[in-house]
Structures are given as C-alpha cells and as structure tokens.
C-alpha cells in the first residue's frame, strides 16, 4: 500500500521557468511533510518541510503547499536552474515519529 | 560540523557472509533511521533508534537484519548471510528531536555477489 505517491516519474522544465512537483497521500495520520532532492550516488539532501498546521511554507526559491482536504502537497521550484536538475522525493510522518514515508520520486530536468 | 557519515561508501560481499553498514550521527544528534533504496524505487523505513535503544523496527526483515546503536560509537545495521536481493542502497538519517529536519548520510551501496 503505497501511503505517498509521486504520479509523475519525471518533468522537464525551461531554464528560469516554475518547477511544479506534486505528491499525494492517503494516510490521513500524516501531519509532517518534507521535500528532499537527491543526486545519483549521494544521500537526499533536505529541501523543506511543512506542518499540517499550515498550508504554505516558502525558503528561497522553494514553496510547499500543503492542501489537506485534497490530501495533495506540491513543491515549487521558481526561477527553475539547470542546479535544480535532480530527483525530488516527497515524504510523510505522522505525530510523534520521524519514520519518513517516502514517494517513489520525480526526475526534474531543467534545460537551458 | 561534519555531517553524517556512513561507511563504507561500496560494499561488497558474497551470499552467505555478513554485512556490517555504520552510521556516525551529525554531533548531539540521538535520533538515527536506516532506510533502504531498492533499484528505480523510493526510500523504504527500516528502523528507528535511539541511544541503546530500538524504538521502531516495524520496516526490519524478520530475519538476518538488526539494528543497535550503541552509548559510544556508530549505529551498526547488521545483515547476516546476505542474499542478492539484499543488494541496495542504505542510507541513514539523524536527527535531534521529532519533526525537526532529519540529515541523511552518502549511503552504502552493498552488492551482493
């Protein structure tokens, strides 16, 4: 039962254009969400998180939006850079543990 | 402040021998989580830890994997008399308290031969 999926196997983008990765869950429970970028052959690096208590958190180029009635999150990436060319793991936990449910992941490629 | 460091980077090992993966925390972290990438999938939950104590191994094989991560020293992930499909990408992760961003160490990468 695959409780965080990422629809999108992979996105390509324009160079300076917005980067739109989306996730959904179905577990209810959930109520810590993060983003993480990974690049082959190394560990995922943090990117953002957000609490169910919100429903917007912005760092930098970075937004993640959190709708809980749709149970959806997604993650915007504005001015997309060719750097930003990776892949994006969403994750969940629930109250009290960091045992992360991790998507499966969506390849970004940005072009120039 | 060095970050969390797993090794080794490559492992190698044939069926039937041991593999012993270690995770050094980020300094004053106490939280450690070993997760597991197989080929073309995401990060799957193994098991949390504390100082000496284990706290969540719902993601653990029943058999051949533990886990311990002792007052002094790394976390070890032990896998005993390894099969291929043992071959992945493990990662760990630390942290200091709940819901505070976890950092993830490089991985090892175990093959299984």
């Known amino acids: 039962d695959q409780q965080v999926k990422q629809n999108s196997p992979s996105l390509s983008v324009q160079e300076g254009r917005i980067s739109i990765l989306n996730c959904d869950y179905t577990?209810?429970?959930?109520?810590?969400f993060l983003w993480y970028k990974k690049y082959p052959a190394e560990g995922p690096t943090f990117l953002i998180s957000?609490?169910?208590?919100?429903d917007k958190n912005e760092d930098g180029r970075f937004t993640v939006f959190l709708n809980k009635s749709a149970k959806h999150l997604s993650l915007h990436i504005v001015p997309s850079q060719p750097g930003d060319s990776a892949v994006y793991f969403c994750?969940?936990?629930?109250?009290?543990?960091?045992?992360?449910?991790f998507g499966t992941g969506t390849r970004l490629q940005v072009f120039p | 402040n060095a970050g969390v460091m797993q090794n080794p980077r490559h492992l190698v090992r044939r069926r039937g021998q041991e593999a012993r993966l270690r995770c050094s925390p980020m300094?004053?972290?106490?939280?450690v989580y070993w997760y597991r990438q197989l080929p073309e999938e995401g990060l799957k939950f193994m098991v949390y830890?504390?100082?000496?104590?284990?706290?969540?191994e719902s993601g653990m094989p029943k058999e051949r994997f533990s886990a311990e991560f002792p007052k002094e020293g790394p976390s070890i992930l032990r896998i005993q008399q390894v099969v291929r499909g043992d071959s992945a990408a493990y990662f760990c992760?630390?942290?200091?308290?709940?819901?505070?961003?976890?950092?993830f160490g490089q991985g090892t990468r175990l093959t299984v031969v």
């Open positions: 994750a969940a936990s629930r109250p009290y543990t960091d045992k992360l449910i």
């Open positions: 957000i609490s169910s208590i919100k």
């Open positions: 577990n209810s429970m959930f109520d810590y």
């Open positions: 300094k004053g972290h106490s939280h």
């Open positions: 830890l504390q100082k000496e104590n284990i706290i969540d």
């Open positions: 992760a630390t942290n200091t308290q709940t819901h505070t961003e976890a950092f």
